[in-house]
């Protein structure tokens, strides 16, 4: 089946916000430094009742009433997230039942850091292009964590995205696919850990921009186009900077980025972040 992409979208943010000077005053930095560096403002902040499983919920519900299908059509549901609220009881079982999917649908939980909304999506679209299932419905959601004090509570945020997949009534096609992955190690937590470790010198250079500008590249070179022929572009958004400065060194202009540039106001969502900007 060639003909198939986005049929239904959705995304769910909490509604509290704590801004970056804040944060920076409580640890005695300054804000404007912290700010000018991060290019980072505010971030949004989950309820104490609010979690990856009910941001799913909130942002699927949204994507189902806008495809307008039958949820018994949907066949599989993935979750991508690094902060699952269980070790092993699965979210996606909790999401399915609470969305009334049919008892029949293949269910998931994915981990990749960041890039875990986005092995969900590709999983979903590949399933109903084979013609395996009729809609697959993707999702992209974290209540990501800093350390108290470490550089990632400035950005670490809450929100979710979901996008259903289909062959009937097509709002966006999926014309290209293209994946570029290593082990670099820049960002890991194990098992018993509170809070995520990360290898600062390994977070720019070797791990975003490499893997970015790779995976833009191969994207571009096998579809035949190049950075003028696309209206929007949306990257990963582990701050306001980094995007800004992949986008430049692949040719793309800030205007390109702005409509889905939303790091500086939401935080990086983890999971969330590019399916959230698109």
């Known amino acids: 089946m060639d003909n198939i992409g986005i ?3 959705g995304a769910y943010v909490p509604r509290f916000r704590i801004k970056t000077e804040d944060i920076a005053e409580v640890w005695g930095a300054e804000p404007s430094s912290v700010q000018n560096s991060l290019l980072l403002i505010e971030k949004s902040v989950p309820d104490v009742d609010e979690d990856t499983i009910t941001l799913s919920v909130e942002a699927a519900s949204y994507a189902l009433r806008r495809a307008g299908i039958s949820r018994k059509d949907v066949g599989a549901l993935y979750i991508g997230s690094e902060s699952h609220p269980y070790a092993v ?8 039942e609470a969305l009334g999917l049919p008892r029949t649908i293949h269910v998931a939980d994915y981990e990749f850091a960041c890039n875990a909304g986005a092995q969900a999506m590709f999983v979903a679209s590949s399933l109903v292009k084979a013609g395996v299932i009729k809609h697959g419905l993707a999702i992209g959601a974290d209540t990501s964590q800093g350390a108290p004090g470490d550089a990632l509570e400035y950005s670490a945020s809450a929100g979710a995205a979901a996008y259903l997949f289909g062959s009937a009534g097509i709002i966006a096609s999926l014309d290209a696919v293209y994946s570029y992955t290593s082990d670099t190690p820049d960002f890991w937590r194990r098992e018993g850990m509170m809070y995520p470790r990360h290898a600062g010198r390994f977070t720019g250079e070797p791990a975003y ?3 970015v500008s790779n995976a833009a ?3 571009m ?3 035949g186009t190049r950075p ?3 209206k929007y572009v949306i990257f990963h958004q582990p701050n306001g900077k980094f995007p800004l400065n992949v986008g430049k060194a692949l040719g793309f ?14 935080g990086n ?7 959230i900007g698109l």
């Open 89 to 96: 009881k699965p979210s996606g079982t909790v999401v399915a």
């Open 269 to 275: 969502t983890y999971s969330a972040s590019s399916p």
């Open 253 to 266: 202009t800030e205007e390109q980025q702005r409509p889905g540039r939303l790091a500086p106001c939401l």
């Open 228 to 230: 003028a022929d696309f």
């Open 209 to 211: 921009f490499t893997h």
């Open 221 to 223: 070179e096998e579809s």
């Open 217 to 219: 590249k191969g994207v």
């Open 7 to 9: 049929t239904g979208y």
